[in-house]
């Protein structure tokens, strides 16, 4: 049997009992380590779950999915995943190359980031297609990102954003010369987020373009959602710009159309709480 286990969003206490249970019984357990991470490293859970962990990067799933699902049609082996499993597309992918092998699979689902996110207060069935900000480049700086969120807002609905996590990456150079030197890992901060949406709102005034967001339009910041250290900012995406929200994982709201009970929340979590006096900001410019 092949079990996909969600670990949640926090520590490793975050693990349900169904999932504990399912990763003490198997042979080998691996550790999903490039699409989130945990606030804890692999030594906590391997000492909470009993379990020796084997990390599991992006190019293990991608290209040796064959060894990870060795021998799982004549014992146990569990694939770990931050959050829920199918939280990412590539865990889709391992399901598929399982079936095929005519392996077994169970799925124990967990919280993650796309129904946690209702802790800033805005109501989730109000939320339009969640969209990914990548890390820009010299020379690669993608807007389609920018589309949807305007989409989105156009017919009313929040976009969740989540944030660009470089784990395991080469530069350029050194996959050119076939070098396994690999770059520091690197996550996108709400700050960096706002400033990619402020430069694409400047380009598309530029090219004479209204775009649907503005510096003035209402977003939400999180930060290390799930943990004890939880930290959520409302404000302007200008604020977001320069709002201090610590170490990773960050996401970020763009907010559409609010109802009153919404706007409520999001002043318990105001960087400047005059921006919600007027009523007005249900559908800020």
Same mark, same amino acid.
């Given at each position: 049997?092949?079990?996909?286990?969600?670990?949640?969003?926090?520590?490793?206490?975050?693990?349900?009992?169904?999932?504990?249970?399912?990763?003490?019984?198997?042979?080998?357990?691996?550790?999903?380590?490039?699409?989130?991470?945990?606030?804890?490293?692999?030594?906590?859970?391997?000492?909470?779950?009993? !379990?020796?962990?084997?990390?599991?990067?992006?190019?293990? +799933?991608? $290209?040796? %999915?064959?060894? /990870? @699902?060795?021998?799982?049609?004549?014992?146990?082996?569990?694939?770990?995943?931050?959050?829920?499993?199918?939280?990412?597309?590539?865990?889709?992918?391992?399901?598929?190359?399982?079936?095929?092998?005519?392996?077994?699979?169970?799925?124990?689902?967990?919280?993650?980031?796309?129904?946690?996110?209702?802790?800033?207060?805005?109501?989730?069935?109000?939320?339009?297609?969640?969209?990914?900000?990548?890390?820009?480049?010299?020379?690669?700086?993608?807007?389609?990102?920018?589309?949807?969120?305007?989409?989105?807002?156009?017919?009313?609905?929040?976009?969740?954003?989540?944030?660009?996590?470089?784990?395991?990456?080469?530069?350029?150079?050194?996959?050119?010369?076939?070098? !396994?030197?690999?770059?520091?890992?690197?996550?996108?901060? +709400?700050? $960096?987020? %706002?400033?990619? /949406? @402020?430069?694409?709102?400047?380009?598309?005034?530029?090219?004479?373009?209204?775009?649907?967001?503005?510096?003035?339009?209402?977003?939400?910041?999180?930060?290390?959602?799930?943990?004890?250290?939880?930290?959520?900012?409302?404000?302007?995406?200008?604020?977001?710009?320069?709002?201090?929200?610590?170490?990773?994982?960050?996401?970020?709201?763009?907010?559409?159309?609010?109802?009153?009970?919404?706007?409520?929340?999001?002043?318990?979590?105001?960087?400047?709480?005059?921006?919600?006096?007027?009523?007005?900001?249900?559908?800020?410019?």
């Amino acid at each position: 049997m092949l079990y996909l286990v969600g670990l949640g969003l926090g520590d490793a206490k975050d693990i349900t009992v169904k999932g504990l249970e399912a990763v003490r019984r198997c042979r080998r357990v691996y550790l999903e380590a490039y699409t989130s991470v945990l606030t804890v490293g692999k030594e906590a859970l391997e000492e909470f779950y009993g !379990k020796e962990l084997i990390l599991a990067d992006r190019e293990m +799933v991608e $290209q040796e %999915a064959d060894s /990870l @699902l060795k021998e799982a049609d004549v014992c146990d082996v569990a694939f770990l995943v931050v959050g829920d499993p199918f939280g990412a597309t590539t865990h889709s992918d391992l399901v598929l190359r399982a079936v095929k092998l005519g392996i077994p699979y169970k799925v124990i689902h967990n919280a993650s980031i796309m129904n946690a996110v209702g802790c800033c207060g805005l109501q989730l069935y109000n939320f339009g297609e969640t969209i990914s900000i990548v890390f820009w480049t010299n020379t690669w700086k993608p807007e389609s990102f920018f589309d949807k969120i305007e989409k989105n807002r156009q017919n009313g609905m929040h976009t969740l954003c989540l944030l660009d996590i470089k784990v395991k990456e080469q530069s350029l150079e050194n996959l050119m010369k076939g070098k !396994k030197i690999y770059e520091p890992p690197r996550y996108m901060s +709400v700050n $960096q987020a %706002a400033e990619q /949406l @402020l430069a694409i709102i400047q380009n598309r005034r530029l090219q004479g373009i209204k775009p649907g967001i503005t510096e003035n339009t209402i977003c939400v910041g999180l930060a290390r959602v799930g943990a004890l250290d939880e930290k959520i900012a409302s404000g302007t995406l200008q604020q977001m710009s320069t709002v201090e929200l610590g170490a990773p994982l960050h996401s970020l709201i763009v907010t559409g159309s609010m109802h009153p009970l919404e706007l409520e929340m999001l002043k318990l979590f105001s960087v400047d709480s005059s921006i919600f006096e007027n009523n007005a900001c249900q559908r800020t410019t």
